[in-house]
């Protein structure tokens, strides 16, 4: 969308053919949030600028200039190498929170687990993580995957679960590992939640 400018920017002296300049820059970043082609510009230029100095009086030419548009293909990370505990997302030093809504329970209770992911990521390719999918997770806890909310954070997103602790004693809810592809690494990052102790008293 069209944006105005509003503040001065920095010139860089260059020369040209003998001739001194100035030369100005802007830089504006983009985060793609879906694939496709995408073309940007053709970008275009119109108004007076200095063009001399006389005097100690500036100059003004009317100036009217298009460069060239350029086109950016967003392609998927690769399928080579793709971990199964990839959640969709691309970007980089993403971080996982795991906790529980009490640690002390009885066997069968029903316990909220919270999960939450953040980081400088692509919020809109991330997907629910299936847990189920991890077997050290189910070893003694029952996890319902059809059942998650989602909640979406500024930089990130809150998934609830509903876990069942299924035998008694002081039990460790192990880590969860979840993937993304690094966009400055090129290549699938897992990084993993810290365990979480519980204790199931009989029932």
Do not use: W
């Not at 063009?51 to 086109?71: C, L, S, W």
């Not at 059809?146 to 979406?152: E, L």
């Amino acid at each position: 969308k069209p944006r105005p400018i509003r503040f001065r920017l920095s010139p860089n002296r260059i020369t040209i053919n003998g001739k001194k300049y100035r030369e100005y820059t802007l830089t504006l970043p983009y985060t793609p949030s879906k694939e496709g082609e995408f073309t940007f510009g053709p970008l275009t230029f119109k108004g007076p600028v200095i063009a001399d100095v006389q005097n100690n009086q500036a100059q003004m030419q009317n100036v009217y200039t298009i460069g060239p548009a350029v086109t950016v293909r967003v392609i998927p990370p690769p399928d080579e190498g793709r971990p199964e505990t990839f959640i969709g997302c691309v970007g980089k030093q993403m971080k996982a929170s795991a906790t529980f809504d009490t640690t002390v329970c009885k066997v069968g209770d029903p316990l909220t687990l919270t999960l939450e992911v953040t980081g400088p990521i692509s919020i809109s390719n991330l997907r629910t993580p299936l847990l189920n999918l991890q077997p050290e997770l189910t070893k003694d806890f029952r996890i319902y995957d059809d059942n998650v909310s989602a909640d979406t954070l500024s930089n990130g997103k809150r998934f609830k679960y509903r876990v069942r602790p299924m035998k008694e004693g002081t039990l460790e809810f192990p880590p969860i590992k979840l993937s993304y592809y690094d966009s400055d690494k090129h290549a699938y990052e897992t990084i993993s939640t810290l365990p979480i102790p519980v204790q199931a008293q009989a029932t």
